[in-house]
């Protein structure tokens, strides 16, 4: 029986691949810094082990790691090229048959041949945190190619669904858009509405993870963009929660500046920023050639059950 250790093992994609894991037969060992409980209570959660392991606070995380003796490594909460370099370092030339390493659509920049493709070596992303996930990836290419280390790279778009704070029509965090829809208030969003974001369901993500181990010989050495099948822009968004909540769409535009007036919040302002200058389409194009997935949520679904799980919560009110 191979053993699987996962990295952040209680989050948003862990939720779910903990179980896929569990029922797959892999001898399972979730990692994290709390007993903290997953967004989706399932059966293998009760058969798992748990390890306590806090990655920014234990100097010998590394070797407590390597102590498990993995066949498999699949690293959630990687944000720092120094951590995936100990892993490499730790790990070359030993038993471990398959390292996971989680990146992000924000490793890219902005758009211009669309769709994104997910190996571009000439990725240019926008910030801090994009620029070492695509040094992660590079890096991680690079020791495959060169030492044979047995790394695939999974580049999650907004991951979505319920028990979490999803990406809103107005490419950011803030409840407020969304309780005005519900309220059949006239909203505005910015320029003409037709930026791209990218809702991905934990599950898909998840699946794929779990499609990369399931087919590790087609996996080595890639990068797959983890998305939907397609996308959505804000103004579809907005219109399609209008018609969630039984309302008559009521949109205007501003132009960027007069937006950020309007929304009020400088850190939500270049929230949006962030997530709506990348704008763009990705491709999954090759995670369906090589490991057969699949998704099984729509972009749409995932959004409906994110806002009744809003309901559900008490975090948007029905009038």
Same mark, same amino acid.
């Given at each position: 029986?191979?053993?699987?250790?996962?990295?952040?093992?209680?989050?948003?994609?862990?939720?779910?691949?903990?179980?896929?894991?569990?029922?797959?037969?892999?001898?399972?060992?979730?990692?994290?810094?709390?007993?903290?409980?997953?967004?989706?209570?399932?059966?293998?959660?009760?058969?798992?082990?748990?390890?306590?392991?806090?990655?920014?606070?234990?100097?010998?995380?590394?070797?407590?790691?390597?102590?498990?003796?993995?066949?498999?490594?699949?690293?959630? /909460?990687?944000? *720092? #090229?120094?951590?995936? +370099?100990? @892993?490499?370092?730790?790990?070359? !030339?030993?038993?471990?048959? %398959?390292?996971?390493?989680?990146?992000?659509?924000?490793?890219?920049?902005?758009?211009?041949?669309?769709?994104?493709?997910?190996?571009?070596?000439?990725?240019?992303?926008?910030?801090?945190?994009?620029?070492?996930?695509?040094?992660?990836?590079?890096?991680?290419?690079?020791?495959?190619?060169?030492?044979?280390?047995?790394?695939?790279?999974?580049?999650?778009?907004?991951?979505?669904?319920?028990?979490?704070?999803?990406?809103?029509?107005?490419?950011?965090?803030?409840?407020? /858009?969304?309780? *005005? #829809?519900?309220?059949? +208030?006239? @909203?505005?969003?910015?320029?003409? !509405?037709?930026?791209?974001? %990218?809702?991905?369901?934990?599950?898909?993500?998840?699946?794929?993870?779990?499609?990369?181990?399931?087919?590790?010989?087609?996996?080595?050495?890639?990068?797959?963009?983890?998305?939907?099948?397609?996308?959505?822009?804000?103004?579809?968004?907005?219109?399609?929660?209008?018609?969630?909540?039984?309302?008559?769409?009521?949109?205007?535009?501003?132009?960027?500046?007069?937006?950020?007036?309007?929304?009020?919040?400088?850190?939500?302002?270049?929230?949006?920023?962030?997530?709506? /200058?990348?704008?763009?389409?990705?491709?999954?194009?090759?995670?369906?050639?090589?490991?057969?997935?699949?998704?099984?949520?729509?972009?749409?679904?995932?959004?409906?059950?994110?806002?009744?799980?809003?309901?559900?919560?008490?975090?948007?009110?029905?009038?």
């Amino acid at each position: 029986m191979k053993k699987a250790v996962v990295i952040g093992a209680a989050g948003h994609i862990g939720t779910y691949l903990i179980p896929m894991l569990v029922n797959g037969g892999y001898d399972t060992v979730a990692v994290t810094r709390s007993m903290s409980k997953p967004y989706e209570d399932d059966p293998a959660w009760e058969t798992v082990q748990r390890v306590l392991l806090d990655r920014e606070k234990d100097p010998d995380f590394v070797s407590k790691l390597a102590d498990m003796k993995p066949d498999i490594i699949v690293d959630l /909460v990687n944000f *720092d #090229i120094k951590e995936t +370099k100990k @892993i490499v370092e730790k790990f070359s !030339g030993t038993g471990l048959s %398959h390292y996971l390493y989680c990146s992000s659509c924000w490793a890219h920049g902005m758009a211009e041949l669309l769709p994104f493709d997910p190996n571009d070596d000439a990725k240019e992303p926008l910030d801090a945190y994009g620029i070492d996930k695509f040094a992660s990836e590079q890096y991680l290419k690079q020791q495959y190619r060169e030492n044979g280390f047995p790394a695939t790279i999974v580049a999650p778009g907004q991951i979505s669904g319920p028990g979490w704070t999803i990406i809103n029509p107005w490419g950011n965090t803030s409840f407020r /858009v969304i309780q *005005d #829809i519900a309220d059949g +208030k006239e @909203i505005a969003l910015p320029n003409f !509405g037709q930026e791209i974001i %990218h809702h991905v369901h934990g599950y898909d993500v998840a699946q794929m993870f779990y499609k990369a181990i399931t087919h590790r010989e087609n996996a080595l050495g890639q990068v797959f963009d983890a998305e939907a099948e397609s996308h959505i822009t804000l103004y579809g968004f907005a219109k399609h929660l209008f018609r969630f909540f039984g309302k008559e769409p009521k949109i205007k535009f501003l132009p960027w500046p007069e937006w950020c007036a309007y929304e009020g919040n400088p850190e939500e302002c270049d929230h949006t920023y962030y997530h709506i /200058v990348r704008s763009g389409t990705f491709s999954i194009e090759n995670a369906k050639r090589l490991l057969e997935y699949q998704p099984k949520y729509t972009n749409l679904e995932t959004i409906d059950l994110a806002m009744q799980s809003y309901i559900d919560r008490g975090l948007i009110t029905i009038g």
